[in-house]
């Protein structure tokens, strides 16, 4: 008998010494699967797998171990060191979570326990983690390793994890998983690449066998919680269960993301060609939770998460308003003062517009000031029966030379020149040019751009740190896609149009504007922030247009479901973002792709989901 033959034995046998003999009649019936592994292991697994296996692994040469919860164990073709260790701890009463190897092979492996961990030639930040877990008080419950080897690693722990070097979609779904008050068990990855996430009582998987995952789906179906997973290199797999899958509160972030125009969120950005998207939903005036879908670009690696900074396109708009009511506030300007004399540029007008006619600040914000836009200007001295739509920006594409504002403003843009077209106050028109003549007004007024004006008096008071009107930010940045689902050229068009449609933004800083705007209207008094108490109000209360504040739209006004929200569409990009200031609560949706339908189908779902429709 060879050395590896005898200590495998030895320790198979020895434990029942160590640890108290059970006999199978008395185990608990766990069940476990697996295919395309040693005829031997496959025995031992279905041997060992009814007394609750803890740790299940292969080594990158073809070897593999299984450790049960009461100190049983087995193995084949690992490292000596590793065997023996395994011995000593279990024979020590030690329990064993997890065994794992570098794809480097060699005598390399970890074992981690209830009280510690032992390890070899492990990647050193790998190891630091580990041990910052165990100093914190916490047990690491998995460690494993992306096939491609050098510093990639995952580690889990029993209140948290941590990952360097993984498919960042493998990352994106650890995170998401977790938002639903779930934690992550187990990480494997099979060595022609894949993964599979294991958190609790929900799972995701890339690239695995087909019939492991159908088996995984198995284990699930009859209630048992995924335990382990862990893939040979030959491309065999094996499963096993210790108990069923805990009870735990229902997860509102699968239900939203199985309810999204009657399939799932994946299948509906497939239908509609959108290659990424990110959500966050705000309950009791927090972010509850936040996640990303699918890609920063089509055919990229990088994934799309709530961090990554989109194109909000008209949000703009809505968020805009916020600074404009802020500078009126410290510089005592009235809302309905004429915004002329704050423009340092003379505003033309058509000869059917009186010069006694003001367009205020407030009809400004409120689309009603005359100033209609892109798709109203023909024939030149129209002044009635325009075409409907219009007011926004194509944006300036990779070749284009962005014009000034104050070029886009005397028509040497793309757009025509800004006029007033219709007498102010008179009819309703979406312009998106009187935001730029808002965001004229900003400048003027301040001395400074309103990139540099929104960060110092927005965005950085409302911890905003990913949000900007600059042309383009120095953040992690989606790329646009067309319906088709192609990149836009450039990746992204450039709007000098800032205040209408340039803002760039993620989910999370959208939902801490909602956060602080829901407070800061009910609150009693005034709050840290940009806006008094009174103008949080004026900005969320109907203004000079039905259905208006100042730059967001309202509903519900005078009912606990009361709410304020905003849209956008740029090129490339599509954008919606809701506050309910009664409730507590709002969410923000951001897509890289042309359809506004899958941003409605994915607020449709949150509603239902929170009951909010």
Not at 497 to 517: F, H, K, P, Q
Request: glycine share 14%; aromatic share 8%; proline share 6%.
């Amino acid at each position: 008998m060879d050395r590896r033959r005898f200590l495998a034995l030895a320790g198979a046998a020895g434990l029942g010494a160590a640890t108290g003999h059970v006999t199978p009649a008395q185990a608990a019936s766990h069940p476990s699967y697996d295919g395309g592994v040693p005829a031997e292991m496959h025995t031992k697994l279905a041997e060992l797998a009814p007394y609750g296996v803890t740790a299940l692994a292969f080594t990158p040469s073809g070897g593999w171990v299984i450790v049960t919860q009461d100190g049983r164990y087995f193995a084949r073709g690992i490292p000596d060191a590793c065997f023996t260790e395994i011995g000593k701890l279990s024979g020590a009463g030690r329990k064993i979570n997890c065994v794992a190897f570098p794809p480097e092979g060699g005598d390399r492996w970890v074992i981690t326990t209830d009280r510690g961990v032992t390890a070899r030639g492990l990647p050193t930040a790998c190891k630091q983690r580990i041990d910052a877990f165990y100093t914190a008080g916490q047990q690491v419950v998995d460690v494993a390793f992306p096939p491609a080897g050098g510093d990639r690693w995952v580690v889990t722990a029993s209140a948290g994890y941590y990952a360097k070097g993984v498919d960042d979609e493998c990352y994106q779904m650890m995170r998401n998983l977790t938002q639903g008050g779930r934690r992550i068990t187990r990480v494997a990855f099979p060595r022609a690449g894949g993964w599979t996430v294991v958190a609790q009582d929900e799972f995701f998987a890339r690239g695995i066998p087909d019939a492991c995952f159908d088996r995984m789906n198995t284990l699930a179906g009859g209630g048992w919680q995924v335990h382990n997973a862990a893939f040979s290199p030959s491309g065999g797999w094996a499963l096993a269960s210790r108990g069923k899958a805990p009870a735990l509160p229902a997860d509102k972030v699968r239900q939203v993301e199985n309810a999204v125009g009657g399939a799932t969120i994946w299948q509906r950005m497939s239908a509609h060609k959108t290659p990424g998207v990110a959500v966050a939903v705000v309950t009791g005036n927090k972010i509850a939770w936040s996640t990303g879908y699918g890609w920063l670009e089509a055919g990229g690696a990088a994934a799309a998460h709530p961090e990554t900074a989109f194109q909000a396109a008209s949000i703009s708009k809505a968020v805009t308003a916020v600074g404009v009511l802020r500078l009126l506030q410290t510089r005592e300007i009235a809302l309905g003062a004429d915004i002329r004399p704050h423009l340092g540029w003379d505003l033309p007008r058509r000869s059917c517009v009186t010069s006694t006619a003001a367009p205020t600040i407030d009809r400004l914000l409120t689309h009603r000031a005359g100033v209609i836009g892109r798709g109203s200007t023909s024939p030149a001295d129209a002044c009635a029966g325009f075409a409907a739509g219009g007011g926004g920006f194509p944006g300036y594409g990779p070749d284009a030379t962005v014009p000034t504002l104050l070029q886009v403003m005397n028509g040497a843009g793309n757009t025509p020149k800004i006029e007033l077209t219709t007498a102010p106050g008179a009819e309703y028109h979406y312009s998106g040019a009187g935001f730029v003549l808002l965001q004229r007004m900003v400048e003027q007024q301040s001395g400074t751009t309103l990139a540099a004006y929104m960060q110092k008096e927005v965005f950085a008071p409302l911890g905003m740190t990913t949000s900007s009107y600059a042309l383009t930010p120095a953040f992690e940045l989606a790329s646009g896609h067309t319906s088709t689902g192609a990149v836009i050229p450039g990746e992204r068009n450039r709007y000098p149009e800032s205040a209408a449609a340039g803002l760039y933004t993620n989910v999370l800083d959208l939902c801490r504007l909602i956060s602080y705007l829901n407070r800061a209207y009910t609150a009693s008094a005034d709050l840290a922030g940009p806006l008094t108490r009174a103008s949080a109000r004026t900005l969320l209360t109907q203004g000079p247009q039905p259905g208006m504040g100042r730059g967001l739209f309202l509903a519900g006004t005078g009912t606990d479901g009361f709410s304020y929200s905003h849209d956008g569409s740029n090129y490339g990009f599509k954008s919606l973002f809701t506050g309910y200031p009664k409730l507590g609560a709002g969410f923000a949706i951001l897509a890289n792709g042309s359809s506004a339908s899958l941003v409605t189908e994915i607020a449709a779902a949150v509603k239902k989901v929170y009951g909010w429709a």
